[in-house]
């Protein structure tokens, strides 16, 4: 299938689409490369195919996606990237498309932040498999990333992302709103959570920060901005690559890294953090509200080792949250006193509606013991 790769309005690239694989076999005529998604390369009037293969890649669902066979043999769909092409690649956190050759389809006419979308793959992705008609594709729900359950609502008018948990105790729900409480009180521009439970299950709702005019550029796309020398740190180069945008991001690394420190968050990885440009003008506006903090508060660890931190791995930095704690530039603006309450907030939480069916007294109070000997270290390191 032949397509133009579109940026809202804007003809970005030429290509070929395979109808089988969903991959791009070719790519041709460059019409506006400062359009084309950050990384990817113009070399003598060329595109990197390589690259841009890999960013299209990258917008499918992942074939490690908790019940993603299942959905997708409900789907007579071969592979999630054929679920791309029934969206015309459109997402929820950028404006990249692809048209159809000589379709006459514009942006007005279907981006998912002016209209409304199915919410059929929603609905097999989370195992509902009533429908007996045919499916209806048109749905960001496609192009979502990330293993856990999770799909796009709109709820009284507004984009939500609702995501569940993983096996046995599904707690990154809960902790996705408790990790919301934490910056709120230390004054962090963070997405707000709550939950939301279904079918006895906690799920975490957060409303897309993301709007028609604005995209969510991720941390390991940022530093393809320019290349990595190898005696520069990952963090050193993506300051860098940073302030070559225009922004000054370690303050804000200091307030996500310290955030990761309290909540023992153990996947903060390049792809669920970054900037947010706009996508009219490509001006960078800064860094991105902190989100995905669910795996965290020892998620799938035993309450004796959440109470003796064993086990707890880290990232993006570095490998032990004590040593990616020495990057934060200054504690100063911490106010240890808006945190005094922080492990009743987690207990109340933990306690909330069903959630004894998956976390019991042992494990409440391992979790909010743990938080707040984190807390007290933090205080004596900063003191």
Known sequence: MNCVLMHQRIAVLELELDDVTGFIRRTGCVFAAEHLPVGVMVQKGIADRAALQKWWMDRSIPASRSGIREA??????????????????????????????????TWEQINFFDHSFSDDIGDVLFGNTAKTDAFDFFS?????DGCLKKRWKIMHGRRCLIKGGSNPFHQQPFNEVIAAGIMQRLGIRHVSYRLLWSEGFPY??????????????SAWRVMQIQSKSNHISVWQHFVDCCQTAGID?????????????????????????GLVR?????????????????????????????????????????????????????????????????????????????????????????????????IQRLENKKS
Not at 72 to 93: H, N, P, W, Y
Not at 204 to 217: G, N
Not at 319 to 342: G, N, P
């Open 140 to 144: 960001p729900d496609n192009t979502s």
């Open 72 to 105: 997708l043999d409900r789907l007579d769909v071969a592979d999630t990237k054929m679920l791309l092409i029934r969206c015309f690649g459109l997402s929820l956190s950028d404006q990249y498309w692809m048209k159809p050759e000589k379709s006459g389809m």
């Open 204 to 217: 975490s709702v957060c409303e897309d920060f993301i709007t028609r005019d604005t995209e969510l550029v």
């Open 278 to 374: 706009n996508a009219r003008t490509l001006q960078w506006m800064g860094f991105a509200p902190i989100y995905d903090s669910g795996s965290s508060l020892g998620y799938d660890k035993v309450a004796a080792q959440i109470r003796s931190g064993q086990g707890i791995v880290c990232k993006p930095f570095k490998k032990q949250q004590e040593e990616q704690l020495e990057l934060v530039s200054s504690f100063a603006w911490i106010s240890f006193d808006r945190l005094k309450d922080v492990q009743e907030m987690a207990d109340a939480v933990l306690r909330g509606e069903s959630a004894g069916d998956f976390i019991d007294d042992n494990r409440r109070s391992a979790i909010c013991e743990a938080l707040g000997e984190r």
């Open 249 to 273: 991001i370690v303050p804000d690394l200091d307030r996500m890294i310290v955030t990761d420190y309290i909540i023992a968050n153990e996947d903060r990885h390049l792809n669920n953090f």
